[in-house]
């Protein structure tokens, strides 16, 4: 089973902050959190990972709570493009049995 | 840089067939990993190979199997093909700095 919770779907006004959030109370003080996303029918795409510190990189920003138990991946500036579905995993690195929830299904609205 | 690459994009099969997938991963990437992705059950595991051994190996049955070679190139096989099996496959290659990159799938209907 997966690791991890997150809304099954969200909304997001195009030109603003898309926040997604994702539970992980399990986590382990080895892995880290790797976010992706698939637009439709599309391969998964990687977006960014973390394991303490927040991380961004030229597509998003993830804040990572201090006890580890929860993050957020923020995109800046939604644009229509991002609608897709977002993963966010848990692992000790990608050489591992990674598994993939339902994911949050992210509409940007015009 | 050349990305995963699968091949091929779609395959039609019938019942009882068997079928091969190939994956080339990115150049140096060491690990490949398989997925098989359907509406209903989403991105399931299949299995992860690292310089040719089986690593991971997910809940499917012995109809699905999978290799890999020297040169980190892969392939899945599916014997005995049954309308379940109808899915979009696919291949990620990976480092051990994190992350996977997804080929663009191969897209199996079995009829």
């Known amino acids: 089973d997966a690791k991890t919770t997150q809304p099954t779907s969200m909304d997001c006004a195009e030109g603003r902050a898309a926040n997604l959030p994702c539970n992980h109370s399990?986590?382990?003080?080895?892995?880290?959190v790797y976010w992706y996303r698939q637009i439709h029918s599309q391969g998964p795409q990687y977006i960014i990972h973390g394991l303490k510190n927040n991380e961004t990189n030229e597509m998003a920003s993830l804040i990572i709570t201090e006890d580890r138990k929860s993050s957020t991946l923020i995109l800046p500036h939604a644009t229509l493009r991002d609608t897709a579905v977002y993963y966010c995993?848990?692992?000790?690195?990608?050489?591992?049995?990674?598994?993939f929830g339902p994911g949050t299904s992210l509409s940007v609205i015009p | 840089k050349a990305g995963v690459t699968q091949t091929p994009r779609y395959l039609i099969k019938t019942r009882g067939q068997q079928v091969t997938l190939s994956c080339s991963p990115i150049s140096g990437h060491r690990s490949v990993s398989w997925y098989q992705q359907t509406p209903g059950q989403g991105l399931q595991f299949l299995f992860e190979?690292?310089?040719?051994?089986?690593?991971n190996k997910g809940n499917f049955p012995g109809r699905f199997s999978g290799r890999q070679f020297s040169n980190s190139r892969s392939e899945m096989n599916v014997s005995t093909l049954e309308l379940g099996d109808s899915a979009l496959y696919l291949c990620?290659?990976?480092?051990?700095?994190?992350?996977?990159?997804f080929g663009s799938g191969t897209r199996l209907t079995v009829v």
């Open positions: 995993i848990v692992s000790p690195t990608s050489y591992d049995k990674v598994i």
């Open positions: 990620a290659s990976s480092t051990s700095w994190g992350g996977y990159t």
């Open positions: 399990t986590i382990s003080g080895n892995e880290y």
């Open positions: 190979y690292f310089s040719e051994t089986q690593r």
